[in-house]
T-cell receptor, first 113, second 110 residues
Framework: AQSVAQPEDQVNVAEGNPLTVKCTYS??????LFWYVQYPNRGLQFLLK??????LVKGSYGFEAEFNKSQTSFHLKKPSALVSDSALYFC???????????FGPGTRLSVLP | EAQVTQNPRYLITVTGKKLTVTCSQN?????MSWYRQDPGLGLRQIYY???????DKGDVPEGYKVSRKEKRNFPLILESPSPNQTSLYFC?????????FGPGTRLTVT
Protein backbone atom coordinates (compact mmCIF):
# COMPACT_ATOMS: atom_id res chain seq x y z
CA ALA A 1 0.00 0.00 0.00
CA GLN A 2 1.14 3.53 -0.69
CA SER A 3 2.00 6.03 1.99
CA VAL A 4 3.15 9.62 2.12
CA ALA A 5 5.01 11.38 4.90
CA GLN A 6 5.41 15.10 5.37
CA PRO A 7 7.76 15.30 8.34
CA GLU A 8 7.10 18.95 9.17
CA ASP A 9 3.73 20.14 10.44
CA GLN A 10 4.79 23.75 10.02
CA VAL A 11 7.45 25.56 8.00
CA ASN A 12 8.25 29.20 8.63
CA VAL A 13 10.30 31.24 6.19
CA ALA A 14 10.99 34.92 5.67
CA GLU A 15 9.69 36.59 2.54
CA GLY A 16 12.30 36.53 -0.21
CA ASN A 17 14.09 33.49 1.17
CA PRO A 18 14.00 30.09 -0.50
CA LEU A 19 11.53 27.57 0.84
CA THR A 20 11.42 23.78 0.95
CA VAL A 21 8.48 21.60 1.97
CA LYS A 22 9.49 17.99 2.41
CA CYS A 23 7.74 14.85 1.22
CA THR A 24 8.75 11.20 1.22
CA TYR A 25 6.68 8.38 -0.18
CA SER A 26 6.31 4.66 -0.40
CA UNK A 27 4.67 2.94 -3.35
CA UNK A 28 5.01 -0.33 -5.22
CA UNK A 29 5.77 0.20 -8.86
CA UNK A 30 6.32 3.54 -10.50
CA UNK A 31 5.35 6.57 -8.44
CA UNK A 32 3.03 9.27 -9.70
CA LEU A 33 3.60 12.24 -7.42
CA PHE A 34 1.65 15.43 -6.90
CA TRP A 35 1.69 18.63 -4.89
CA TYR A 36 -1.47 20.54 -4.00
CA VAL A 37 -2.03 23.78 -2.13
CA GLN A 38 -5.03 24.70 0.00
CA TYR A 39 -5.78 28.29 0.90
CA PRO A 40 -8.12 29.05 3.84
CA ASN A 41 -11.73 28.06 3.17
CA ARG A 42 -10.88 26.84 -0.32
CA GLY A 43 -10.55 23.52 -2.07
CA LEU A 44 -7.25 22.02 -3.16
CA GLN A 45 -5.42 23.45 -6.14
CA PHE A 46 -2.99 21.46 -8.25
CA LEU A 47 0.59 22.76 -8.26
CA LEU A 48 2.67 20.20 -10.12
CA LYS A 49 3.19 16.52 -10.82
CA UNK A 50 5.86 13.99 -11.59
CA UNK A 51 4.92 11.11 -13.87
CA UNK A 52 8.13 10.39 -15.73
CA UNK A 53 11.07 12.20 -17.28
CA UNK A 54 13.12 15.03 -15.83
CA UNK A 55 13.59 14.81 -12.08
CA LEU A 56 13.05 18.54 -11.67
CA VAL A 57 9.44 19.45 -12.27
CA LYS A 58 8.23 23.03 -12.65
CA GLY A 59 4.72 24.01 -11.71
CA SER A 60 2.37 26.87 -10.96
CA TYR A 61 3.23 30.11 -9.10
CA GLY A 62 7.00 29.57 -9.43
CA PHE A 63 7.06 26.30 -7.49
CA GLU A 64 9.19 23.34 -8.48
CA ALA A 65 9.80 19.90 -7.05
CA GLU A 66 12.68 17.48 -7.25
CA PHE A 67 12.04 13.77 -7.60
CA ASN A 68 14.71 11.62 -5.96
CA LYS A 69 14.14 7.94 -6.54
CA SER A 70 16.91 6.66 -4.27
CA GLN A 71 15.66 8.72 -1.34
CA THR A 72 11.99 8.26 -2.29
CA SER A 73 11.48 11.97 -1.90
CA PHE A 74 9.62 14.67 -3.76
CA HIS A 75 10.39 17.95 -2.01
CA LEU A 76 8.61 21.15 -3.02
CA LYS A 77 10.77 24.23 -3.51
CA LYS A 78 10.58 27.87 -4.44
CA PRO A 79 13.59 30.17 -4.84
CA SER A 80 11.96 33.25 -3.30
CA ALA A 81 8.94 32.97 -1.00
CA LEU A 82 6.03 35.39 -1.03
CA VAL A 83 3.68 36.19 1.85
CA SER A 84 0.85 35.04 -0.44
CA ASP A 85 2.41 31.54 -0.52
CA SER A 86 1.24 31.02 3.05
CA ALA A 87 -1.11 28.04 2.91
CA LEU A 88 -1.46 24.33 3.60
CA TYR A 89 0.51 22.09 1.24
CA PHE A 90 -0.23 18.45 0.51
CA CYS A 91 1.94 15.87 -1.17
CA UNK A 92 0.14 12.92 -2.81
CA UNK A 93 1.08 9.68 -4.52
CA UNK A 94 -0.87 7.54 -6.93
CA UNK A 95 -0.21 3.95 -7.80
CA UNK A 96 0.46 2.50 -11.25
CA UNK A 97 -3.15 1.49 -11.73
CA UNK A 98 -4.37 5.01 -11.08
CA UNK A 99 -6.96 3.87 -8.63
CA UNK A 100 -5.81 5.01 -5.27
CA UNK A 101 -4.55 8.46 -4.36
CA UNK A 102 -2.92 8.79 -0.96
CA PHE A 103 -2.28 12.20 0.58
CA GLY A 104 0.18 13.22 3.23
CA PRO A 105 -1.01 14.97 6.41
CA GLY A 106 -0.14 18.40 5.09
CA THR A 107 2.45 21.05 5.95
CA ARG A 108 1.43 24.54 6.91
CA LEU A 109 3.72 27.12 5.33
CA SER A 110 3.94 30.57 6.86
CA VAL A 111 5.88 33.23 4.99
CA LEU A 112 6.70 36.11 7.26
CA PRO A 113 7.02 39.65 5.90
CA GLU B 1 -15.40 26.87 -17.17
CA ALA B 2 -14.04 23.49 -16.13
CA GLN B 3 -15.15 22.77 -12.61
CA VAL B 4 -16.27 20.35 -9.95
CA THR B 5 -19.34 21.44 -8.00
CA GLN B 6 -20.59 20.16 -4.66
CA ASN B 7 -23.83 20.77 -2.82
CA PRO B 8 -24.54 21.70 -0.18
CA ARG B 9 -21.47 23.64 0.91
CA TYR B 10 -22.49 23.56 4.56
CA LEU B 11 -24.76 21.11 6.35
CA ILE B 12 -25.72 20.62 9.96
CA THR B 13 -27.74 17.52 10.69
CA VAL B 14 -28.65 15.11 13.46
CA THR B 15 -27.51 11.58 14.09
CA GLY B 16 -29.32 9.02 11.95
CA LYS B 17 -30.91 11.36 9.42
CA LYS B 18 -29.98 10.20 5.92
CA LEU B 19 -28.27 12.74 3.73
CA THR B 20 -26.75 13.02 0.27
CA VAL B 21 -23.95 15.30 -0.88
CA THR B 22 -23.98 15.81 -4.62
CA CYS B 23 -20.92 16.12 -6.84
CA SER B 24 -20.85 17.01 -10.51
CA GLN B 25 -18.04 17.63 -13.01
CA ASN B 26 -18.17 19.08 -16.51
CA UNK B 27 -14.82 17.83 -17.81
CA UNK B 28 -15.96 14.40 -19.01
CA UNK B 29 -13.55 12.76 -16.56
CA UNK B 30 -13.81 9.04 -16.00
CA UNK B 31 -12.27 9.01 -12.53
CA MET B 32 -14.07 10.55 -9.57
CA SER B 33 -13.39 10.31 -5.88
CA TRP B 34 -14.55 11.41 -2.43
CA TYR B 35 -12.28 12.45 0.42
CA ARG B 36 -12.68 13.63 3.96
CA GLN B 37 -10.27 16.09 5.52
CA ASP B 38 -9.64 16.07 9.23
CA PRO B 39 -6.99 18.11 11.11
CA GLY B 40 -3.63 16.36 11.23
CA LEU B 41 -4.81 13.49 9.04
CA GLY B 42 -4.71 15.10 5.61
CA LEU B 43 -7.19 13.85 3.06
CA ARG B 44 -8.40 10.30 3.29
CA GLN B 45 -10.09 8.62 0.37
CA ILE B 46 -13.60 7.34 1.03
CA TYR B 47 -14.67 5.89 -2.32
CA TYR B 48 -13.60 6.23 -5.90
CA UNK B 49 -15.03 5.42 -9.30
CA UNK B 50 -13.12 4.53 -12.43
CA UNK B 51 -16.18 4.90 -14.66
CA UNK B 52 -19.97 4.63 -14.79
CA UNK B 53 -21.22 1.76 -12.60
CA UNK B 54 -17.66 1.06 -11.40
CA UNK B 55 -16.97 2.06 -7.80
CA ASP B 56 -14.57 0.83 -5.14
CA LYS B 57 -13.67 1.46 -1.53
CA GLY B 58 -10.93 3.81 -0.51
CA ASP B 59 -9.25 3.89 2.86
CA VAL B 60 -12.22 4.94 5.02
CA PRO B 61 -15.47 3.68 3.42
CA GLU B 62 -17.35 2.68 6.57
CA GLY B 63 -20.65 4.52 6.95
CA TYR B 64 -20.70 5.83 3.39
CA LYS B 65 -22.23 4.79 0.08
CA VAL B 66 -21.76 6.07 -3.44
CA SER B 67 -23.28 5.54 -6.86
CA ARG B 68 -22.14 6.38 -10.36
CA LYS B 69 -25.07 6.18 -12.75
CA GLU B 70 -23.88 9.00 -14.99
CA LYS B 71 -20.37 10.02 -15.88
CA ARG B 72 -20.71 13.55 -14.56
CA ASN B 73 -22.28 12.79 -11.17
CA PHE B 74 -20.93 10.98 -8.12
CA PRO B 75 -23.12 11.50 -5.03
CA LEU B 76 -21.98 10.59 -1.52
CA ILE B 77 -24.65 9.07 0.69
CA LEU B 78 -24.64 8.82 4.46
CA GLU B 79 -27.45 6.43 5.37
CA SER B 80 -27.22 6.99 9.11
CA PRO B 81 -24.78 9.78 9.93
CA SER B 82 -22.92 9.75 13.22
CA PRO B 83 -20.92 12.49 14.98
CA ASN B 84 -17.61 10.90 13.92
CA GLN B 85 -18.55 11.74 10.34
CA THR B 86 -18.34 15.44 11.13
CA SER B 87 -15.69 16.57 8.68
CA LEU B 88 -14.85 18.54 5.56
CA TYR B 89 -15.64 16.56 2.42
CA PHE B 90 -14.14 16.99 -1.01
CA CYS B 91 -15.13 15.53 -4.34
CA UNK B 92 -12.54 15.29 -7.10
CA UNK B 93 -12.30 14.18 -10.72
CA UNK B 94 -9.41 13.44 -13.05
CA UNK B 95 -8.49 12.03 -16.41
CA UNK B 96 -4.90 10.81 -16.63
CA UNK B 97 -3.13 12.72 -13.93
CA UNK B 98 -3.92 15.42 -11.47
CA UNK B 99 -7.24 15.66 -9.73
CA UNK B 100 -9.55 18.66 -9.80
CA PHE B 101 -11.27 19.34 -6.52
CA GLY B 102 -14.63 20.75 -5.63
CA PRO B 103 -14.95 23.58 -3.09
CA GLY B 104 -15.77 21.25 -0.21
CA THR B 105 -18.78 20.47 1.98
CA ARG B 106 -18.53 21.10 5.69
CA LEU B 107 -20.72 18.58 7.49
CA THR B 108 -21.59 18.69 11.16
CA VAL B 109 -23.48 15.79 12.72
CA THR B 110 -24.89 16.45 16.20
Amino acid sequence: AQSVAQPEDQVNVAEGNPLTVKCTYSVSGNPYLFWYVQYPNRGLQFLLKYITGDNLVKGSYGFEAEFNKSQTSFHLKKPSALVSDSALYFCAVRDDYGQNFVFGPGTRLSVLP
Amino acid sequence: EAQVTQNPRYLITVTGKKLTVTCSQNMNHEYMSWYRQDPGLGLRQIYYSMNVEVTDKGDVPEGYKVSRKEKRNFPLILESPSPNQTSLYFCASSSLGEQYFGPGTRLTVT
